[in-house]
């Protein structure tokens, strides 16, 4: 499952879209610098999608031949640009939810309830028994409320199609 999911690099004109597709569960990379031929570079090598709304980016010739994949979002507010990756995709936003971690772009670990009694607060760990955490930053996620309402709201975004 891993292998065939489209891994992302976004442009800083769309940097909302970063999180957006990392609580989707997608690996996607947040490209910082202004120079759009590093960004192309790690695409590249990476085999990443670029996400960008830079109409020059699109004219790179390694674009229009098709060698690399990029899309160019149209709306200026996240909420439809995400949309338009899952549909220009055909992404199956539900099959990878939260395996990602949302600060640092690392694929999460599960976690036991015992493993992580000493890091969460106490009226969590009485409540939820299924944690992940980012091998990385080692933030520990858990299906709190914060997380349901994003699943909420990421099912508002297909609902609307
Ligand atoms: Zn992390």
Redesign the pocket.
Known sequence: MAEDAPKFIVDSNVGKLAKWLRMLGYDAAFFEGDDDAYMIDRALKESRVILTRDTQVMKRGVITSGRLKAILIDSDQPEPQVRQVIDTLHINFQSRPFTV?L??N?PLEKRGQEEVKERVPPYVFQTQQQYME?P??H?IYWRGTHWQAMLRKLEQLTKQR
Do not use: A, I, L, P
Request: proline share 0%; with cysteine.
């Open positions: 971690c600060e640092c690392s980012c990385v930053c933030r």
